[in-house]
């Protein structure tokens, strides 16, 4: 999982003045996907274990108004742990640029995170345990950021990703497709379903939906979408059309940005494809369809940041949850954490595998009830 931070006004401006990683390398000092071996040692300087009270000191006071005046000190450089233990490095990549990128990973990290090639950004594991591996600080959300956060990944990945599950964020989608071309893109379920609501909110139909039957179906039909089968997505949507003609606003609105307006010949390319918010496949392929879990992380990380943090507290609270998420992972390997699909889920995994269509209304209204519960 990749977790990004975005930075902005005076909080954006981060630096560091090197870069320390493992001594494998090709001839310009880069490293490649090879060089990553959980394994390799790393040169750790000696004296970057100072006081945990003057490093704390030190975070508090610091308030840097430019980007020349950040150096990310040592201590902040390399992963938190008790001696006699050595720590990793975890300051990886810096851009070193006027639109500077950080990512913080470890050597650890890096080879469980190349050895997966389903990726989930920013928020979707509502089926397993959350455990981040790359974290990035980015000066804002530009089509050139994402790109750019990429490139500096690219070295490291010698498989490209299968899949990566994210929000539906245009530039990031953008920057996804145009670095990692065959890689399939999906859209967070949550998010999806949750971009229909602010719709339904918008339009002032809360009561209607809370109160009325009918429009309840109809948020319920739309959802349930997602998981048919691809290939028969329009004629499904064409039964709900048919079926709940009186809702034209929230017909359009959703032919508009998920499906398509329908001309003479064909649709009209909408802004999200079903191919991009469709999640049949991945049912089928038994991965997490929701990016809830990750988001979920997220928040709670928030809380533990608090509002407005400075960059030298954003990065100790990264050390902090890694040195978390490496004792969490530590019990994950004995199984300690596996969990078997609820009820729902298989029997969701059965409605997605044994889709009928001529039995469109029995579809929608049992994958109606599991979403419900």
């Excluded at 990683?21 to 090879?34: F, H, M, P, R």
């Excluded at 950040?70 to 390399?78: C, F, G, M, T």
């Excluded at 389903?118 to 790359?134: A, C, M, N």
């Excluded at 978390?324 to 954490?337: A, H, Y």
Aim: aromatic share 12%; charged share 30%; glycine share 4%.
């Amino acid at each position: 999982m990749i977790h990004d931070r975005t930075l902005n006004g005076s909080e954006d401006e981060y630096t560091s003045t090197a870069k320390n990683k493992s001594n494998k390398s090709n001839k310009d000092g880069s490293n490649t996907d090879e060089d990553v071996d959980e394994n390799d040692e790393i040169e750790i300087p000696e004296d970057i274990i100072g006081s945990p009270l003057d490093l704390i000191n030190r975070i508090n006071k610091a308030n840097h108004k430019s980007l020349e005046e950040i150096d990310v000190p040592k201590e902040l450089r390399y992963t938190i742990v008790k001696p006699p233990n050595e720590p990793q490095v975890f300051l990886w990549e810096d851009s070193q640029d006027e639109k500077r990128i950080l990512i913080f990973t470890t050597q650890s990290n890096l080879y469980i995170f190349l050895k997966h090639r389903d990726w989930y950004i920013d928020g979707t594991f509502d089926v397993s345990r959350v455990i981040p591996l790359v974290y990035s600080l980015l000066p804002n959300k530009d089509l050139l950021t994402y790109k750019k956060l990429y490139s500096m990944l690219m070295p490291y990945v010698k498989n490209k990703p299968k899949s990566i599950n994210i929000d539906f964020e245009l530039a990031n989608i953008t920057a996804i497709r145009q670095c990692f071309p065959e890689t399939k893109i999906y859209g967070c379920f949550f998010h999806f379903t949750q971009n229909m609501w602010k719709h339904v909110q918008a339009e002032k139909k809360t009561d209607e939906y809370v109160l009325g039957k009918d429009y309840y179906y109809l948020f319920r039909a739309l959802q349930s979408l997602a998981f048919v089968p691809l290939e028969h997505v329009n004629l499904v949507y064409e039964y709900i059309k048919k079926n709940f003609a009186s809702y034209k606003v929230n017909l359009k609105y959703f032919e508009t940005y998920y499906l398509g307006v329908k001309s003479r010949i064909e649709r009209i390319p909408p802004r999200f494809p079903p191919e991009l918010w469709n999640v049949s496949e991945r049912i089928v392929d038994s991965l997490p369809r929701t990016n809830n879990s990750v988001e979920a992380w997220h928040k709670q990380f928030e809380g533990c940041c608090g509002k407005n943090p400075g960059v030298y507290k954003l990065i100790q609270n990264f050390r902090e949850e890694q040195k978390l998420q490496e004792l969490e992972f530590s019990k994950l390997r004995t199984g300690k954490f596996y969990s078997k699909a609820t009820d729902r889920e298989i029997r969701i995994y059965h409605m997605c595998t044994t889709f009928d269509k001529d039995d469109i209304k029995g579809f929608l209204s049992g994958m109606a009830q599991n979403l419900c519960e």
